[in-house]
């Protein structure tokens, strides 16, 4: 199947959704259809559902019975692994209370070899579906707000106990909160990674992220002590348990439209350096050293390093970090593309939250257009990619935010945008 032949199924997913059209459904879901959906969902929806004939009697079916609702998509993009990202929004209302329902919502869409959706996984604002739900007096969620687009809107995830999470002025901030144990990455930071990915990309408001550490560094990488407590024989699976929603993290990050900086600083080693994979820009203090440390240990490496390092540094300079465990200072790391640029300690927290500041300022949808066409020119040939980017300019010409910078620029103002 073709990205537009997905993009057709998957509006006519929609379609039959809005309509309740259980004959439709019953051709695009295949017999091994499964979905998952947003933990924290009200009713108990948040789970795994298995088969289509389940997620249409046991989720959509009980959704229709208490919301009056529809999916409202918005843009679509082709994922390395073949998936659809389906970005967009639920809008209507609870039957009972009358309260409307307005809640972002990411889609990943897979795709099965007789053209039918395989498996759907769902990103939401749960919050936003229970306040929707709930009376007239019920109390505010304190742990999943709702996203709000006011201007200097403050939001956080007050569960959250290795990641301090906050957004303000359409900039995320994912701060390592580990700060005793040098940040490292241990199971519940893993999971806590892909709980606030999953908020930043079902968040419409969050137009930059901003990626740092709090204490001497941004990560050490995984964390030793954990690993050394692990049963025998029991270490590979501790390692994939783990890694697995740190990946998905990744890779949810990797492909939002918000453009990501990351803040490096004291040691970024081992699988810490996802996250400085993860982001376009990176600022890096001048006493940070950057190493992958996994032959020390023996094993071989994660984060996406094998990936994106030889793309970063170069082929040669990517296998002596890993089979040589080189140490790369901050400038060297500058000048061989890892870092963008070394800014003063004293100053790099204060210049990485402007530079995130002024990015959320920005074309978003642009933004996100230029990431995909960037990170796919990898695995493009020349072909492939002129054709990638007339769809993704005429997907970006379609934007508010392009039509009014377009019109401000001939009337001489400057543009002011939205994100929209």
């Known amino acids: 199947m073709t990205y537009e032949d997905h993009v057709a199924l998957a509006k006519r997913l929609y379609v039959a959704l809005a309509a309740g059209d259980r004959a439709a459904l019953g051709e695009i879901l295949h017999p091994q259809f499964t979905g998952r959906t947003t933990d924290g969902l009200p009713l108990g929806l948040g789970g795994s559902y298995e088969g289509p004939d389940v997620m249409q009697r046991e989720f959509w079916w009980r959704i229709g019975r208490h919301f009056r609702a529809r999916a409202v998509a918005e843009s679509f993009h082709a994922l390395d692994d073949g998936r659809l990202h389906v970005a967009g929004r639920y809008r209507g209302e609870g039957i009972a209370s009358g309260r409307e329902l307005d809640a972002a919502f990411v889609h990943l869409l897979a795709f099965s070899d007789d053209h039918r959706v395989l498996a759907l996984e ?40 290795t990641i301090d999470y906050v957004v303000r002025d359409g900039v995320a901030v994912l701060c390592l909160d580990r700060p005793e144990r040098r940040n490292a990455i241990d199971m519940r930071m893993a999971e806590e990674t892909l709980t606030v990915a999953r908020r930043i990309a079902a968040d419409r ?8 550490g709090n204490g001497p560094a941004l990560t050490v990488g995984g964390d030793i002590d954990a690993f050394a407590r692990a049963e025998p024989g029991t270490l590979g699976a501790t390692f994939e348990t783990m890694t697995t929603p740190f990946h998905e993290a990744l890779r949810i990050l990797s492909r939002i439209d918000a453009p990501v900086v990351t803040a490096a600083h004291g040691a970024v080693a081992g699988g810490g350096l996802g996250f400085v994979y993860a982001a376009d820009i990176v600022l890096a203090a001048p006493d940070t050293k950057f190493v992958v440390a996994f ?40 000048d061989w593309g890892l ?49 990638a980017e007339i769809r993704t300019l005429a997907a970006a010409g379609g934007t508010e935010d392009a039509a009014h910078a377009i019109a401000d620029f001939a009337a001489g103002r400057r543009p002011e945008f939205q994100g929209r």
Do not use: C
């Open 295 to 334: 032959r020390a240990l023996g094993l071989t490496g994660d984060g996406g390093g094998t990936w994106h390092l030889p793309r970063l540094v170069g082929p040669r300079r990517a296998a002596r970090m890993y089979l040589e465990n080189q140490q790369v200072e901050a400038a060297e790391a500058a």
């Open 339 to 387: 870092v963008t640029e070394v800014v003063p300690a004293d100053r790099l927290q204060e210049r990485a939250l402007e530079l995130a500041t002024r990015l959320a300022a920005g074309p978003t949808r642009a933004f996100g257009g230029m990431r995909r066409l960037l990170q796919d020119s990898w695995t493009t040939d020349l072909s492939g990619q002129l054709l």
């Open 122 to 161: 769902q990103l939401t604002d749960s919050a936003a579906w229970k306040d929707a739900l709930a009376g007239p007096a019920a109390p505010a969620v304190p742990d999943t707000p709702a996203p709000s687009t006011a201007p200097g809107a403050l939001r956080t995830i007050d569960a959250l106990r």
């Open 205 to 212: 408001a969050v137009r930059a992220v901003l990626i740092r």
